[in-house]
Structures are given as C-alpha cells and as structure tokens.
C-alpha cells in the first residue's frame, strides 16, 4: 500500500511513518517544507504525482491556548488545510484518516462519550478541528475521522516528558485534578491507524488508551513508574489543585473520556490500559536514554 502522511515530522507522525514502513508499505512522509496543507495547488499536485492508497492527515495547528487569539491561523491549518487535503484525496480515490481530538466535546457530561454523541466544541482549537471533521466527511468517500487525546510518545515535547523534568527539578508540583482524560501512547495510536487503514470500515472511532484518570492521577503514575523503571530522581511534592487554580486562556474539557464501540464493534483490538502503555514508553525512553536526558 502506498500512503502519505501529513505532519510526518511530529510526535503522532514520526511513529505512524515507522509503524507503515516496518510493515514493508510504500510511504511518502510529508513535513511542512514538503506539503503545505493551506496551500491547495501544492496539495493536489504532490497527491496527485504520488497518487497514494491512503492518506494519514496528522498535521494541524495544535497550539490550544494560542489559537484563542489566533483564530485565524488555526482555521486556515485545521479547517481549510484539511478541505484542500479532503478534495485531492477524492481527486486520487484515496482513503483519508483524520486526526482529531476530544476537544470536539464540551466535557460536561458525567459519562464517557460515544462517536456519535452531539459535538460541542468550547474552544477555538475544538471548533477548528471539529470543522475539520465536518469536511472530511462531506468531501471524501471513504473516510476515517479518529479521535484521540492525551497523545504522549518519543517524539516532541509533550505531558510525560514535562511532568518528568519538573518532578526532577521542582521541589512542589502542583497539577489540576478535576480534569478526567485517557492519555495515549502514539505507537498504539499508530499501529490501530495502520490495521484500520487496510479495511473499508468506515466512519468516526475512538482511539484512545483504555481506563482513565485526571491530570493529578496521570502524574503520580509518571513519577511512581519512572522512579521504578528508570531510577527518575523525583524531588517534587506532588499538590492536587482545581482547574480555577490553573486559568488558561483555552477551557479544557472536564471530562475527556471517550467510549471506544467503533472499535469494538467493528471487531478491532482494544487499546491497552494507558498505565500499561506508560510502562511501554518509559521502557522505551530506557532503550533511548537521548530522548529523556532533559
């Protein structure tokens, strides 16, 4: 299978072009300088010259904060990026998976969401994104809109890898604990793309580690497994506080947990508990000691 990859170059993205090229798949891993998406003419003549089987749309302006006052940008990235990715895939008969995010939810409900359940988006990254999704599905065929959140992985910056630099280095940590979320490790994230991508099961899924946790929750658990699977020197006094403690500029959903009955009932394996998957990255850090010496 040929497939293309947008933002081939970030965390989510480095991971799924190693999990299609170690399945021996033909991939054409575009970064920015290779494919602007907001660019619509080059979108259609590098899609069109590759002519792939797939398409994995990864990139995407994910500055939460800062796209509350650069609205602009983050619709021009997510929205009109993702059209001009949507139309010359439907120009070539590719499929298209769409990467998109809890955020497309307001987190008001006391239950976990399905794939179907009413969007609310309360933020401008949330919105963009979830006009994203709108596009995919009425410009494309044959599409995958996946949702996830929480992503961690080797690559980039991201919450594992500042909790365990501030853990290391703070002697007080405080970390909002009435946010609920199911944080993802991005090789489980790219190996389910990677089985979705060769069938014809179309529609929205929920892709996301298993179990849940808060923010609070999900650090304990980074510095409990670091100190015991990588000998972290943890200094920091761990301190819950509220989401009212920690204003940002973007609202965060207080409940971010997604049901996963796509996957389930389109037969596919569900993700590993997020703690087990946690292990796995921390074990990897272990084999890549460059990737935590921060």
């Not at 991971?15 to 991939?27: F, P, R």
């Not at 794939?115 to 979830?130: A, F, H, I, L």
């Not at 920091?236 to 989401?243: F, K, S």
Request: proline share 4%; net charge neutral.
């Amino acid at each position: 299978m040929k497939v293309l990859v947008t933002g081939a170059g970030g965390q989510l993205g480095q991971d799924i072009v190693s999990a299609y090229v170690k399945s021996g798949h033909c991939v054409l891993a575009c970064g920015r300088s290779e494919l602007n998406i907001t660019d619509s003419e080059q979108c259609h003549r590098v899609i069109s010259s590759y002519q792939p089987d797939c398409i994995v749309h990864c990139a995407a302006y994910t500055n939460v904060d800062a796209a509350e006052s650069d609205i602009k940008a983050a619709y021009r990235i997510n929205a009109a990026g993702t059209r001009n990715v949507a139309v010359a895939a439907e120009e070539t008969g590719a499929k298209l998976i769409y990467i998109s995010t809890d955020y497309v939810f307001d987190g008001a409900s006391e239950q976990p969401y399905y794939e179907y359940d009413n969007t609310n988006p309360q933020s401008v990254y949330g919105k963009s994104k979830r006009a994203g999704e709108l596009l995919v599905q009425s410009l494309c065929s044959r599409w995958f809109v996946v949702r996830t959140s929480w992503v961690f992985g080797l690559h980039g910056t991201n919450f594992v890898k500042t909790m365990l630099k501030l853990g290391r280095d703070k002697s007080q940590l405080q970390v909002v604990n009435d946010q609920k979320g199911s944080p993802t490790y991005t090789v489980d994230l790219a190996n389910f793309l990677l089985e979705l991508s060769g069938t014809q099961q179309y529609g929205i899924y929920h892709a996301s580690g298993s179990g849940s946790c808060t923010w609070y929750e999900f650090t304990q658990a980074i510095l409990e497994e670091a100190q015991k699977h990588l000998n972290w020197p943890v200094t920091a006094r761990l301190e819950p506080c509220t989401t009212d403690e920690f204003p940002r500029p973007a609202p965060r959903p207080k409940n971010s947990v997604m049901e996963h009955m796509s996957i389930r009932t389109n037969g596919f394996a569900d993700f590993p508990h997020w703690r087990e998957a946690l292990r796995q990255f921390l074990q990897a850090m272990k084999e890549h000691p460059g990737n935590y010496r921060m």
